[in-house]
């Protein structure tokens, strides 16, 4: 697993997943600027929910203490806090049925 998550291959593979939920931000926020938004949280916030908590868990996993004292412990604590944030909304703004508003500001910090 530390090989994997060290590779550059998995740098790239994580740089694509934020790339894609930065145009997927984009186009879900012209939706609901236009009216044209799904529920309260769609399908995609959960997809992107689950990729950058799964990158999450992988990293600490693999960079143990590392990862919050490293030389980019900053990133990490910032993408941790954002993360959690992002769960904490989607979940609080389903159960009450709230506009994803707030959520949309963190994932674009993503």
């Not at 593979?13 to 600027?33: R, T």
Request: aromatic share 10%; with cysteine.
């Amino acid at each position: 697993l530390g090989l994997f998550v060290r590779s550059p291959g998995y740098e790239v593979l994580a740089a694509l997943i934020v790339l894609a939920g930065v145009v997927y931000a984009g186009v879900d926020a012209q939706n609901h600027s236009s009216g044209r938004s799904g529920g309260v949280v769609n399908v995609g916030d959960i997809i992107f929910d689950i990729l950058f908590t799964v990158d999450l868990l992988l990293r600490l996993a693999v960079f143990k203490r590392i990862f919050f004292t490293g030389t980019e412990w900053r990133w990490n604590l910032m993408d941790a806090i954002l993360v959690v944030w992002c769960l904490i909304a989607d979940f609080v703004l389903t159960l009450l049925k709230v506009p994803v508003a707030a959520t949309r500001a963190a994932r674009a910090l993503r």
